[in-house]
């Protein structure tokens, strides 16, 4: 069985160490623990919840994102994803959901600008971004984010505050 089959797995599949697992009992589970967990991805949250109410419905607000430098740039763009293997970010403006730390490693490779889709003025990011000089657009939010997504390359103008689709 596989690492990522078994994260689907709960412990109380496994009574024992030792006792007989069903195996295709086992599977089954996996299966149905996997299938909730691809329903839970389809659930959007508000970014800030201060009540019970908040979870029932909310409003998705635009973001003024914080934009980084003075400089402007355009180039392809390139998706970083948490977890998954490093695409060709060389000369490309990056687009990362939620950076952290983890993600310092973009700043080995020569890359023409990044956006988040969180963070704020004094995140990591916004710091490694002046520390560096690489034009930036921090917290554009969610939905202006998957906008982003669908767009091969782009037009970073962090001294416009503007961020445009080329293709």
């Known amino acids: 069985m596989y690492r990522d089959q078994l994260s689907f797995a709960q412990i109380t599949e496994f ?3 030792y006792a007989d697992i069903d195996r295709k009992r086992l599977h089954q589970a996996i299966a149905h623990n996997r299938s909730r967990w691809h329903e839970t991805q389809l659930v959007r949250t508000p970014s800030i919840i201060c009540q ?3 979870l029932f419905g909310h409003r998705v607000h635009w973001c003024n994102p914080n934009f980084i430098t003075r400089r402007a740039t355009h180039a392809r763009v390139a ?3 948490p977890g998954q293997l490093a695409p060709d970010i060389e000369d490309c403006i990056v687009l ?3 950076a952290d730390p983890g993600f310092d490693w973009i700043f080995t490779h020569r890359i023409a600008g990044f956006i988040t889709a969180y ?4 995140s990591h990011m916004s710091i490694r971004a002046r520390e560096f000089a690489i034009p930036a657009a921090i917290g554009v939010g969610d939905t202006r984010f ?3 997504l669908a767009a091969t390359s782009l037009l970073l103008d962090c001294a416009e505050r503007r961020i445009q689709v080329l293709a």
Do not use: A, H, R, Y
């Open 119 to 122: 963070g704020g003025e004094n």
């Open 146 to 148: 998957k906008t982003l």
């Open 79 to 81: 998706l970083v994803l």
């Open 52 to 54: 019970p109410q908040d």
């Open 96 to 98: 990362i959901e939620n």
């Open 15 to 17: 009574t024992s160490v």
